[in-house]
């Protein structure tokens, strides 16, 4: 069990570029969240999935973020054309099941410049 | 929608002091509730979770407390350590966990 991984941990893009954060969960996890954290606030739920299913996503994941979990393994967050606003800690967590342990990682952090 | 408050916002308080975090929430349809550490600039660390069906959950010198019925979770926290210094946050969850702003809370040496 060697915990939620992220990749990268940092990142500076120009304002427009597309960026792709990738997150592995823990091993036999089923459910995989994605968060948003600004600094100073709590963090903000994106989506989640179950196994390869997307199951919710926020109003906030505008038609410029597009998640996926293709095998139910690792999920990728992409964010298209990306804005100053998009500047934020992206973080991936993941548990077996509804009502267990949520495990985070350790977040990806995004610059836009 | 579930909202989440935490109070205080901040404290600083003596090392060796025992402190209470608040935690509210509005909806008390709810799964469980967690606690989390963060340290500045790094992801979260669970430290306690509460069923729904449970009073409170104990690790070390942390206890926490839920009464879902008036949206209430406290975060007590005995002979605090400089260590302690971190951001707490609480998440009740149903299908997906919901943050408040947390505290920040200081341990002076």
């Known amino acids: 069990d060697t915990g939620v991984s992220q990749d990268p941990r940092h990142k500076i893009t120009k304002r427009g570029q597309n960026v792709t954060f990738r997150c592995d969960p823990i091993?036999?996890?089923?459910?995989l969240y994605w968060y948003r954290q600004t600094l100073g606030q709590g963090p903000e739920f994106l989506t989640y999935?179950?196994?390869?299913?997307?199951?919710?996503k926020s109003r906030l994941l505008s038609d410029r973020f597009s998640a996926e979990r293709p095998k139910g393994s690792f999920s990728t967050l992409e964010i298209q054309r990306t804005e100053q606003g998009d500047s934020a800690m992206y973080l991936c967590?993941?548990?077996?099941?509804?009502?267990?342990?949520?495990?985070f990682g350790e977040g990806s952090w995004l610059t836009v410049v | 929608k579930q909202e989440v408050t935490q109070i205080p916002a901040a404290l600083s308080v003596p090392e060796g002091e025992n402190l209470v975090l608040n935690c509210s929430f509005t909806?008390?349809?709810?799964?469980?509730l967690q606690w989390f550490r963060q340290d500045p600039g790094k992801g979260l660390t669970s430290l306690l979770l509460?069923?729904?069906?449970?009073r409170e959950q104990t690790s070390g010198r942390l206890n926490a407390s839920l009464d879902k019925s008036s949206g209430r979770s406290t975060l007590y926290i005995a002979a605090s350590q400089p260590g302690d210094s971190a951001t707490y946050l609480c998440?009740?969850?149903?299908?997906?966990?919901?943050f408040g702003q947390g505290t920040r809370l200081t341990i002076n040496p």
């Open positions: 998440a009740p969850e149903a299908q997906k966990l919901v």
């Open positions: 091993s036999e996890h089923n459910r």
């Open positions: 509460i069923q729904s069906s449970q």
């Open positions: 909806d008390s349809a709810i799964y469980n």
């Open positions: 999935f179950q196994n390869e299913a997307q199951l919710e």
């Open positions: 967590a993941s548990s077996t099941l509804s009502g267990n342990t949520i495990y």
